[in-house]
């Protein structure tokens, strides 16, 4: 077995220093089964963190899935075969009325770029609007409206930010900081009209995972639709971290945000680790793109990654995983709640269903040295979270759909801990 820091030297040397590693001491897993990780050392971690495994690590269902078809029958999409058909038509009754079509991928960045493709082309404009702290991939044209990762690129001259409010952390009425948010929204469209762009689309995640989880005023995200709407642009939401049923109250996350979105773009737990992705859209859309442009994709939609995405909602039925979610959201939201009233330095207990965090501050100042310290305790406690936000102070806890009543106390047991040790 190769030791960790050996391993680190071999990995530098082949696939350079500047590819990321959680944790001061980055860990070595050799397996994980379900919400567990099993390290070099044979040392268990309790996964509170990846969202990519959905319906559990190493998976049965989906292990038996993909072995099984690739051992049958693994083509593209030219020529026909029933599974991509059978999936498409099972992923497509979880959405509403109107979105009813979908192109597959093979990660979020292409269903991201795709689109925007789309956006674009039907609108004839090019700008995009995003918040002013978001991350959606990392093909050009993403890493041009990048603005929660370091990038070489700038930012677009197409592309305009807006600062995506948070009630916990702004004491105002919500009516004044929702006016404020629209006012910045229809200066950037303005701004873009002027500069010749236009407004192509709107492209955000509908929980704002990468901005911290926030708590927007009452139907802001509604709001913001109803203006790029009527400046002409499309309204596209990233499900990739707030979809399948992450929030437990809804299958996808624009639901949760009351908003009906133009597209919807899917990609890692869609495969539960397979690489897989999609857009779904309304069957206008996709005409209008498809009979001008002959677009198909040699490895999205092969029978393989059709079962295996097949697998995970199957599973997700099955065992019920998003209602699992909203009821184990009520007990963990209420520990977390505990736990901000205890500690001056918790501003607040984010988020909703499986997808959940604490904001840390001192005098109201974001403290990513206090998450940063937690974090990394709770890692001594063999219990994997990470953090987020525009300042990284807010605790990200988002582990697979199959973290149970079983594993909650015991996250909540180190969290308590660890926050005792700070």
């Known amino acids: 077995m190769i030791t960790t820091p050996e391993l680190i030297a071999r990995r530098n040397a082949t696939l350079g220093p500047h590819s990321p590693l959680f944790y001061n001491e980055p860990l070595q897993f050799v397996s994980a089964k379900g919400v567990w990780f099993t390290d070099i050392n044979g040392d268990r971690y309790l996964d509170g963190y990846n969202n990519v495994p959905h319906v559990g690590h190493a998976n049965k269902r989906v292990q038996e899935a993909l072995t099984t078809q690739s051992a049958t029958l693994n083509i593209h999409t030219r020529y026909l075969n029933d599974r991509v058909v059978l999936y498409a038509e099972r992923l497509l009754r979880t959405f509403d009325r109107g979105l009813d079509r979908v192109l597959l991928g093979n990660s979020g960045s292409e269903a991201n ?99 911290g989880l926030p708590r927007l005023p009452h139907k802001l995200a509604a709001q913001i639709t109803e ?34 979105p133009d597209l919807v773009t899917l990609g890692k737990p869609m495969g539960n680790g397979h690489p897989v992705s999609a857009v779904i859209t309304r069957e206008e859309l996709l005409e209008e793109f498809g009979s001008t442009n002959e677009f198909f ?93 525009r300042d990284d102070s807010v605790l990200k806890i988002r582990p697979p759909l199959t973290f149970g009543p079983q594993e909650l106390p015991i996250l909540c047991e180190a969290l308590e801990a660890s926050l005792q040790e700070i």
């Open 113 to 211: 770029e795709l689109a925007m493709r789309i956006a674009r082309q039907h609108t004839g404009a090019t700008g995009i609007i995003v918040s002013d702290h978001s991350y959606h991939g990392n093909t050009i044209t993403l890493a041009q409206l990048t603005t929660g990762l370091k990038t070489r690129e700038p930012l677009g001259p197409h592309v305009r930010g807006i600062r995506v409010p948070d009630l916990d952390s702004d004491p105002r009425p919500q009516h004044e900081v929702a006016a404020e948010t629209l006012a910045e929204l229809d200066l950037a469209i303005d701004s873009l009209r002027e500069a010749g762009y236009g407004v192509a689309a709107c492209l955000f995640d509908p929980l704002f995972s990468t901005e």
């Open 227 to 260: 203006r790029v709407r009527k400046a002409g642009g499309l309204v596209i939401t990233d499900e990739v971290q707030s979809g399948f049923g992450r929030t437990g109250s809804h299958m996808w996350g624009y639901q949760y945000a009351g908003i009906r």
């Open 297 to 389: 994709n040699t490895f999205a939609g092969n029978p393989v990654s059709a079962a295996v995405a097949e697998a995970v909602l199957l599973e997700m039925e099955d065992h019920s995983l998003r209602e699992r979610a909203r009821q184990l959201s009520v007990t963990a939201q209420k520990r977390l709640s505990q736990l901000t009233s205890q500690h001056s330095f918790i501003r607040a207990a984010k988020g909703t269903g499986m997808f959940l965090g604490l904001d840390f501050a001192v005098d109201n100042a974001p403290a990513p040295h206090l998450a940063k310290r937690v974090v990394e305790a709770m890692k001594q406690r063999r219990v994997l979270i990470s953090r987020i936000g």
